[in-house]
């Protein structure tokens, strides 16, 4: 039985072309499923050469957690990888590198690298890397996981299905669950795809709105932790200070300058999503 690759995608014209053409290339026979939210831009016409079989997802009906279920139910194997169609794998074995990660019945879920595509800002450049890169700084989080590139285990989901009332970090919710029931995250520094966004303050400030929310029922908080202090302010700090040694040491000095401006952003999105009614702000 082949691979399969689960690709959700929406309006992803040029990258998509360049995605497919990689995943093409890859060492491990595959089945491609794609799971498409009515693409205007060419998309569809790109993935009706590469995919074994094309899904309609109707605009107004995209719920993360549903569609990841769904991709779970129409797919086939063990392992199923999903693949973002703005994840373009850097070589050949990105598949093969990927699956490498599952050596034992105890690993539920493995993500693989990103790194950021030339143009991106230096800040999100540098979250990128930190996020992910060799995974070293990977152990100082609760709890660390991306959907985009990564693969999980069927066994381990026919038990613990994606929350599909949850609106945001659904794949953060759910290896977090696998986790608390005794199973392994694994991350594959070696699988690596290139994958970077450059958020306007305004996107930034509703991506970081939407973690906030999660992370508010996702995790349990101590007083402490959930603290203005704690929560917002520390961070503030740190994330500019380590800005200020990465723009400078990369001469973006106009970087260094946006720093206060962007991380605030950051601060107010996740504050204000983290405060929404306790319990039930992702929902």
């Known amino acids: 039985m082949k691979q399969c690759i689960i690709m959700r995608s929406y309006n992803d014209m040029p990258l998509i072309a360049d995605t497919l053409a990689m995943v093409s290339r890859q060492t491990i026979p595959f089945d491609l499923i ?33 569609v990841l279920n769904q991709g779970m139910e129409i797919s086939h194997g063990e392992f199923v990888v999903f693949l973002n ?54 152990k100082y989080w609760r709890h660390c996981f991306s959907m985009a590139s990564s693969a999980i285990r069927r066994s381990v989901w026919e038990k613990m299905k ?25 991350y594959a520094a070696d699988s690596i795809v290139m994958h970077s966004h450059n958020y306007t303050l305004g996107q930034f400030y509703k991506r ?37 040694k990465y ?16 991380r605030f952003a950051q601060l107010l999105g996740r504050r204000a999503g983290f405060k929404v009614e306790p319990g039930k702000g992702a929902r």
Do not use: M
């Open 247 to 262: 723009c400078l040491s990369s001469f973006s000095l106009g970087a260094c300058l946006y720093s206060p401006v962007l």
């Open 34 to 66: 794609s799971l498409d939210n009515e693409s205007t831009d060419g998309t569809i016409r790109e993935i009706e050469k590469y995919a074994d079989r094309i899904v309609n997802v109707p605009k107004g009906t995209y719920v993360p957690g549903r």
């Open 208 to 244: 970081h709105y939407g973690e906030g929310r999660a992370e508010a029922v996702i995790f349990d908080w101590s007083p402490w932790e959930q603290s203005f202090v704690r929560y917002s302010l520390l961070p503030y700090i740190r994330q500019i200070i380590n800005d200020e």
């Open 85 to 138: 169609s703005d994840c373009t794998p850097q070589n050949k074995w990105w598949l093969k590198n990927l699956l490498a990660g599952f050596t034992d019945d105890n690993v539920a879920a493995v993500f693989g690298r990103q790194i950021p595509r030339p143009d991106c800002h230096p800040i999100f450049a540098k979250d990128t890397e930190d996020t992910f890169g060799d995974g070293s700084r990977q």
């Open 162 to 186: 994606f929350d599909e009332e949850v609106r945001y970090s659904e794949d953060i919710d759910w290896t977090w669950r696998a986790r608390q029931n005794g199973y392994e995250i694994r």
